[in-house]
């Protein structure tokens, strides 16, 4: 599909515009940003949002699926990216007992196969840019730290868009909390559940990937 560029704005041939990105490129270099819940149409929550103080680790997830009326490809759309953020609050928020109902999205930022990066939990953004983090629901016993659910299902791995953005979350979040990158879990280091997958045999080398992203300085 051939796409035009008109004053910093990217739109298809159908004049819809796929810009701002999560991932944007100036100079050659990747600048990532954390799209807010006020920007992919997220619902209330039920309940007021709870406060919790400074986090000391962050839980890695994946979605062990994906929306099921997507193609979810590597090249999906921004507008493809807020849809799935909106279905999986929707699935968090109706739960059947015992999984659930959730007052709002479980999680707090959900990294997609496309690379952008969209906030779950409301406040989430918010209390990771002072430090802080806010109540979640996304792993028994650990839910006043960040979780990332990743978009992923079966085999798959991440793409190079994915794990990139993925990378930059996690130092991004290191360095406003102070969280050191070995303190990067599975969710099934605390859970009985196999989340996150694959995905976790890579975690060690994710890892090293985030320490470097720090060494780089501020983003």
Known sequence: MRRLLIRGRRFDEGGRSI?????????????????????????????????????????FHHTDGHHPELDHKPTESLDEAKAFARAIQNDHMHRPPPKGPFIDSGHNF?????GHILEGRHGSLRAIEGGRMVVSAHCLGHNT???????????????PAQREASVWLFAHICRKTGIKPSAIHPHR???????????????????????????????
Do not use: Y
């Not at 730290?145 to 793409?159: L, Y």
């Not at 890579?202 to 985030?210: E, I, N, P, Q, S």
């Open 19 to 59: 810009w701002p990105l999560a991932r944007r490129r100036e100079r050659g270099v990747a600048q990532h940003r954390i799209i807010p819940t006020g920007e992919w149409g997220a619902v209330p929550a039920k309940e007021a949002i709870t406060p919790a103080g400074t986090p000391h680790e962050i839980i």
């Open 110 to 114: 959900l990294v997609t196969r496309s």
């Open 145 to 159: 730290n960040p979780g990332v659910e990743h978009e992923h299902k079966g085999g798959e791995q991440m793409t």
């Open 189 to 219: 280091e605390f859970n009985p559940t196999e989340c996150p997958g694959v995905l976790g045999s890579g975690l060690d080398a994710f890892k090293r990937d985030v320490a470097a992203k720090l060494a780089e300085g501020p983003d």
